[in-house]
């Protein structure tokens, strides 16, 4: 990060508009704007309803106190004691209350006659501060004049930030392996995905600046794309986390061929660190604010001295997903440009929304909100080695450095199948029990475990092929009562059956019980046993 | 209405989905919903944090009593008593409240759990129901499989119907004068806004008919428009409604041309019908639920026998605009690419919004939200009433039957100043004060005065010309201490100078105090005594 006196202003992007982002219109109510707030003044020119007649005279909410999780690992308060918190009865839960009513007594305190009426699309002041001195504490910019827009959640931010700064037609950076939902939103518009090499850290900078700097127009038919979608933290499917060196190298070739990042990070927060096995697992101790945002991988944004990434921040894993809220950061330019959008579609996120988050974060502070993040981060942690761990039980796992692909430069583990106890001659169908039937790299970050399958033994393999082969298992696990991701739809373009090596699981351990997970593994091997024989 | 054993299925409309529409993807993780819901199954497919962690013990709202508001008007309880209740204690209003906890103890039961996760961008089922239940009693569609889809408020409603039915270079049918933030979302997009003629009940339907059947291809520059897009009650900025009859008329030409009609229908409760002067006026009495819907002028959708009708409604004006939640009434071809378009940028509305707006009509029940609607209705009917008492205490009002124009076929109100009680001599500047300055039609639905300006008199009118001379105006009432909102930009195409005709203010009465309402008058008069000697 540049230090405060060398950070200079955003440069010029604004030839990154699209058609439609240089068109959306400013507000035909702007010219009232300089009379707004005046002492006195009596405005009939928006199409409000009185406060009176909205039915709700106060909400209320009793939220968990902010050190409700536990911020070591292994002492017995956490250790999975977060599934028995599921069926502990509410009132042992520390619960703080707040209540909002219709009329506040504070100019700027939180109301109902503000709150659940027609507003700015950037929101509500209160939240927009809190969201800001987090913004320069945790990612800290390394421009002068950035800015935050609060949105409805990434998924729609990065459908609003494709029309601002992408023409049909056009093409779009992505990692060979993406989030397809993203994809969804983007291609319907004639955007092209323009898939990029990986290996263990996520999108390749090797392969990054070779595609760049060998793009044909001509034979790709659309100019060298100018806009990068990236998920670096807990890269969804892989769950790879990029580092700061890596970062860096790509944003300068990002600088060198005048490209956008968008870089979208909804699993910031859950970077649970290098998989340790259970018999070499070290207790967790608790670091100080601090030290605990020192030891995440940073955003583009401290790297971003030219204000060319847009950031999408979600309170969808953090807070909650029915929140539908989150926030831009980016250069104003951009986020005038994306304002606009909004007062044109989504205009401000809801009400209810905005009072529910901003009373959290207010009743919690910035401290309190830091140390739920760091006891979150915590159970994701030990959610995600329970998971292994129920491999490591289940299967022969061996470890092994891998050189090329997208697990390049970190280990991978291979998974064959255990004997069972039972288990006497070893038959020609047995074969199959001595080979790795898949393998997978630990995630680092985020929620899933991206699961790779080699199924080259199987008896219909040479028939079937990769894909159809994995949506023969994929079948038989669901039917076993276990649902996973199907794997194919993370390739950034079709994947067909004779793809080699694209058999793959995404398998999410964000959300169940450890009876489920455990349960799950179980299925995943009886399941496998069977297939390989037929 | 056809009978119910008449009514058939919506016809084939998918020639009108725009490229975009068509190219939405189905969601990828749809071939999973096959096992969703199977007893025992254990999901790991979707990134779903764990409601644990949902910081939100439980929700609460204190919510006004559904007969909050009186059903006659003219009795003490009435009478501008909603102005008084704003300064009135809290503990005087009725209220009922509500709770939803983390989990429910029945199934189906609203609950944080659920409420606040990922969900459908169908949204709740227990939202659904609601607003199921209230179209077909309500609206009464006339063909058999309409269906409903929540979104976040009409803005976005529109806006995703743009994307979905209209491609860039397509025309868009509208009324001469509309609402300005309904082009906005459209024309940045590269659509282009053909306007039509109106009269006292809004859109033309012999203009329309002529505009269609005279459409000359070439020399307009794009193929003969097949969107038509409307507000029929409380039409923007106008304020008129149009009734059972005109809209057969112009239904039955939409299907002759093939054209889809969006109805944006925000103020379909606020119709305060025909303006009575104060010493005319009767003391309204209350009616049973089907009196009063049928009292209403009806939606398209009770003469749609064809599924040619989107309908967009919305919580904005009957509940509070913060609550961002509105539905689609469609044809199930139609709804299934808007879900598919939501799925990709807002996904559900905010399940804060979902739950109050839920536990609301909920606890209200049908007949609940019925009294409520009703009630509503009558405040902002003694709130128009008020405010032309108002200009008729403050200018000399005259009537006269309009023939032509947007006003043609109702009475116009043509007002000019009052002598002050110290004028004496009728001097040659005193002869503004004969004049009809400015005339309105009393609006029937919506919270809308639209005035149209008569300023040809004014000693600048020849150099400044309209559009000029009504911003002038603007600003020197807005420096008084009064904002309206200025006409020209509600006009379909730019206004020009020197375009005859197009000096108007859209005033608001819905949200402010009698005081204020009545500040405004005399400051309109005050200044426009003034603004017509210089």
Chains 1, 2 share one sequence.
């Not at 909804?266 to 945002?293: C, H, M, W």
């Not at 401290?302 to 847009?310: F, M, N």
């Not at 276990?482 to 059956?497: S, Y």
Request: with cysteine; glycine share 8%.
């Amino acid at each position: 990060m540049l230090s405060n006196e060398k950070r200079g202003d955003a440069v010029d992007l604004s030839h990154h508009l699209s058609k439609v982002g240089q068109a959306r219109l400013t507000s035909p109510l702007k010219g009232l704007q300089k009379y707004m707030g005046k002492p006195g003044l009596i405005s009939l020119a928006g199409g409000l309803p009185n406060a009176a007649y909205f039915p709700f005279s106060s909400v209320s909410g009793e939220i968990l106190a902010p050190d409700s999780f536990p911020l070591e690992s292994g002492s017995e308060k956490s250790s999975l004691s977060w599934f028995w918190r599921l069926f502990s009865k509410p009132d042992k839960e520390r619960t703080l209350t707040f209540t909002v009513g219709k009329y506040s007594q504070h100019p700027g305190d939180l109301d109902l006659e503000n709150g659940l009426q027609y507003g700015m699309a950037s929101g509500q002041p209160k939240l927009n501060e809190v969201i800001r001195e987090f913004v320069g504490k945790v990612f800290q910019p390394s421009y002068s004049n950035w800015t935050t827009l609060v949105h409805t959640g990434n998924t729609d931010a990065w459908s609003k930030t494709v029309q601002t700064i992408l023409n049909p037609g056009e093409g779009l950076i992505v990692s060979e392996w993406t989030y397809p939902s993203a994809m969804a939103s983007a291609q319907p518009l004639g955007i092209n995905p323009v898939p990029v090499g990986m290996d263990s850290e996520g999108m390749s900078s090797v392969s990054l600046r070779q595609l760049l700097a060998e793009w044909d127009e001509s034979a790709r038919g659309m100019p060298r794309p100018h806009v990068l979608y990236t998920v670096p933290i807990g890269q969804n499917p892989t769950g790879a986390t990029m580092g700061i060196q890596r970062k860096k190298e790509i944003y300068d070739i990002c600088v060198e061929y005048d490209i956008i990042i968008v870089e979208d990070d909804p699993y910031y927060f859950l970077q649970e660190g290098k998989y340790v096995p259970k018999s070499e697992r070290l207790v967790e101790s608790n670091t100080d604010d601090e030290a605990f945002i020192a030891s995440l991988a940073p955003s583009y944004l401290k790297l971003d001295y030219q204000g060319r990434v847009i950031r999408l921040d979600t309170f969808s894993k953090t807070v909650c997903p029915g929140s539908r809220l989150g926030w831009f950061t980016c250069n104003p330019m951009f986020a005038e440009r994306l304002e606009r959008t909004a007062e044109t579609s989504s205009q401000a996120p809801s009400g209810f929304t905005q009072i529910y988050v901003a009373s959290l974060l207010l009743k919690w502070k910035y401290e309190g909100y830091m140390r739920w993040l760091k006891a979150l981060r915590l159970q994701y942690r030990q959610r995600r080695d329970y998971f292994l761990d129920c491999f490591a039980d289940e299967f022969h796992l061996q470890k092994t450095l891998s050189t090329e692909g997208y697990t390049a430069g970190t280990h991978v583990y291979y998974a064959s199948l255990k004997p069972k106890r039972s288990f006497v001659p070893l038959s020609e169908k047995d074969v199959a029990y001595a080979k790795s039937l898949f393998s997978f790299v630990p995630p680092s970050s985020g929620m899933f475990l991206w699961l790779e399958l080699h199924l080259e033994e199987h008896p219909s393999f040479k028939s079937l092929g990769y894909k159809a082969l994995e949506m023969k298992l994929w079948t038989e696990i669901a039917e076993a009562g276990v649902l996973f991701a199907p794997g194919a739809m993370f390739f950034a373009t079709p994947v067909e059956d004779d793809t080699p090596g694209y058999g793959h699981f995404r398998i999410s351990f964000s959300n169940s019980t450890p009876e489920e997970l455990k349960k799950a593994v179980s299925t995943l091997s009886t399941v496998l046993r069977n297939f390989m024989k037929n």
